[in-house]
C-alpha cells in the first residue's frame, strides 16, 4: 500500500532507506557465518516482511521457522507477560539460529524467546532486529544486528501494526495521536 492511502503519517524511514540497510545487515550477517548453515526463525507478524527481505539480501543455506507470541492486543501498550502461541516446526539444536524480530521494545518478548531456544541447544543464537527502542527497555538484552535504533515512537508499516492495520504500509511510518482518524 502507498502512503497516499493514508496520506496524513509521517514517514520515519522509506522504503528505499530500510531496502539500503538490509542490505547491509545481510552482508555483516554473511560475513559473521563464515559459509554455515542458517536457520532464521521470524516473530510472527511483524518481522514478517523483514524476514523476507533480510533472507534475500544473506548468501548462505538458509531455511525458515516462525514463531508467534501474545503481544499488544488492540493498542499501543504492552500486556507485560509473554506467551508463546505458535512454537517452531523443526528443532534448532546444533543449529545457527537467527531470530528475527521487527521491534526490540521493552525486551520482553526476545528474552522469552531466547531462554526457550537456548534450553534446545542450538550452536548460534543471534538476533537481528529491523528497529530497537533502547529507552523502553525492561528487559536486559541487546540484538546482534541492528536496522535503525529509534527514539519512543509508536511506528507502523513495513510489518509493524497498530490494531492489526497499517502492516501494507511500504514505508515505516510514525503513528501520531490524532491518527488513525
Ligand atoms: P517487546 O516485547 O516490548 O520488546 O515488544 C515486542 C513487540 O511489540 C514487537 O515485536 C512489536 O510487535 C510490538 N511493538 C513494540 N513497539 C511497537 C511500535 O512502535 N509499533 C508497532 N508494534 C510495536
Ligand atoms: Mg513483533
Do not use: W
Not at 543449529?95 to 521494545?105: A, G, H, W
Amino acid at each position: 500500500m502507498s502512503i497516499v492511502a493514508s496520506p496524513n503519517l509521517e514517514v520515519l524511514y522509506t522504503r528505499e532507506q530500510i531496502s539500503q540497510r538490509i542490505a547491509e545487515m545481510g552482508a555483516q550477517i554473511t560475513r559473521d557465518l563464515n559459509g554455515e548453515k542458517l536457520v532464521m526463525v521470524g516473530v510472527l507478524k511483524g518481522a514478517a516482511f523483514f524476514l523476507v527481505d533480510l533472507s534475500r539480501a544473506i548468501e548462505a543455506d538458509a531455511t525458515f521457522d516462525f514463531v508467534a507470541t501474545s503481544s499488544y492486543g488492540a493498542g499501543q501498550r504492552s500486556s507485560g507477560a509473554v506467551k508463546l502461541i505458535k512454537d517452531l516446526d523443526q528443532p534448532i539444536e546444533g543449529k545457527n539460529v537467527l531470530i528475527v524480530e521487527d521491534i526490540l521494545d521493552t525486551g520482553l518478548t526476545l528474552s522469552y524467546l531466547r531462554k526457550l531456544f537456548l534450553q534446545q541447544h542450538p550452536k548460534t543464537l543471534r538476533i537481528a532486529t529491523l528497529l530497537d527502542k533502547p529507552s523502553r527497555r525492561i528487559e536486559k538484552i541487546e540484538a546482534d544486528y541492528v536496522g535503525f535504533s529509534v527514539p519512543n515512537l509508536f511506528v507502523i508499516g513495513y510489518g509493524m501494526d497498530y490494531a492489526e492495520r497499517y502492516r501494507n504500509l511500504s514505508d515505516i511510518c510514525i503513528m501520531t495521536p490524532e491518527h488513525p482518524e
